[in-house]
């Protein structure tokens, strides 16, 4: 089944402990990309990659860190957690021919 | 990027059309129409696009004005797990180049009532 996953689905933690979020995906896409959604915001891009070795920011890139050393993986890294990065995050991946984004199942992140 | 102005919330029939607006006079002539809705606090799911053209699938149509300043889509008959927040997006055509900073906004909240 074709399918983008990310773990874990729910994470607590405290300020300043390093934690990454993994994302992988089955369908041979070039472009991932990472999502933030926060009430009142929509859903806001953190950053995108559009094939190996190759990544940019998005919109809210500060505290964030991504690589892109494999075409399936694409793993959000906070270096150093603070609250403010409490949020919903999603992952997506695409084909840049078929032009729709495949989500994953999000993960809720508490930052304490 | 254009940006796309929607109603906050709808509410529609169980078993009638739903056709939900969205303004985006600032559309580039290479940008896409994008629909995409989210159920709960599940990933979005993908819906439907086009560029100048109606367009139709199993899930939706979508009809662009001819300016292509506005556009709709259409459910043509609603049901109870319809109910979702819709996003309407415009972008690059290649998702990955200017349409990687898809900007979702807070979208239209339907509701699909018995």
């Known amino acids: 089944e074709a399918q983008v996953t990310q773990n874990p689905r729910y994470l607590i933690t405290v300020t300043g402990k390093k934690l990454t979020v993994t994302c992988s995906q089955n369908?041979?896409?070039?472009?991932m990309s990472w999502y933030r959604q926060d009430p009142g915001l929509g859903l806001r891009q953190i950053y995108y990659?559009?094939?190996?070795?190759?990544?940019d920011k998005g919109d809210v890139p500060e505290g964030y860190k991504v690589s892109r050393k494999e075409k399936r993986n694409f793993p959000l890294i906070l270096e150093s957690p603070s609250p403010n990065q409490t949020s919903l995050y999603f992952c997506?991946?695409?084909?840049?021919?078929?032009?729709?984004?495949?989500f994953g199942s999000g993960t809720q992140l508490s930052v304490l | 990027d254009a940006k796309t102005t929607q109603p906050p919330s709808m509410d529609c029939a169980e078993g009638r059309a739903a056709n939900l607006p969205c303004n985006h006079s600032?559309?580039?002539?290479?940008?896409?129409v994008y629909w995409y809705r989210q159920i709960h606090s599940q990933g979005p799911q993908y819906i439907i696009h086009?560029?100048?053209n109606n367009e139709t699938n199993e899930m939706a149509s979508l009809i662009i004005t001819e300016d292509r300043k506005s556009s709709t889509l259409i459910l043509p008959h609603a049901t109870l797990r319809d109910t979702a927040v819709y996003y309407c997006?415009?972008?690059?055509?290649?998702?990955?180049?200017?349409?990687?900073?898809?900007?979702f906004g807070e979208g239209t909240q339907l509701t699909v009532n018995p």
């Open positions: 997506a991946s695409s084909s840049p021919v078929n032009e729709k984004l495949f």
């Open positions: 369908m041979n896409h070039e472009y």
């Open positions: 990659s559009m094939n190996v070795e190759v990544t």
């Open positions: 600032t559309i580039s002539g290479n940008e896409y």
């Open positions: 086009g560029l100048k």
């Open positions: 997006i415009v972008g690059g055509g290649v998702v990955g180049t200017s349409g990687s900073r898809l900007t």
